[in-house]
């Protein structure tokens, strides 16, 4: 049931030559759900922790809960998107995305729009 969402994960890990080392963990609880989770460390020093809940419904695989979390070499937040449902007033609840300066809203980004965002930062693009 994961494989096609594994293969693009590593697809936009593989394909990114800022990416230093990671880990993947994909756990099948059911025919129908799963996560993955995992941690990539970026030649800067700088690292994302991921996981993603999905379930497969009528054939669509659907992520029910996910975040990414991406942190300065000493674990101070650069940026998280999340969809917990604790920030209602935000338009695009519940998805969001914390900054250091509050939440934003956001919508949910996929995980290679996630890597290209963290690409950007490393390489001092705005």
């Known amino acids: 049931m994961l494989e096609p969402h594994i293969t693009r994960i590593e697809a ?22 799963g996560y993955v989770e995992g941690e990539i460390i970026f030649t800067d020093g ?3 922790v991921y996981f993603e809940f999905l379930r497969r419904t009528q054939g669509e695989l659907d992520r029910e809960k996910y ?37 934003i809203e956001s919508p949910s980004p996929r995980f290679e729009d996630v890597i290209q965002e963290i690409e950007a930062y490393v390489l001092g693009i705005p």
């Open 46 to 48: 700088s690292r994302l």
């Open 12 to 33: 936009a890990i593989h394909g990114s030559a800022l990416i230093a080392t990671y880990s993947l963990n994909a756990v099948e609880h059911s025919p129908n759900t």
């Open 67 to 103: 975040r990414f979390h991406f942190m300065e070499p000493g674990n101070q937040l650069i940026f998280r998107y999340d969809n917990a449902p604790h920030h209602p007033q935000i338009r695009t609840f519940p998805h969001h995305k914390h900054l250091p300066t509050g939440v």
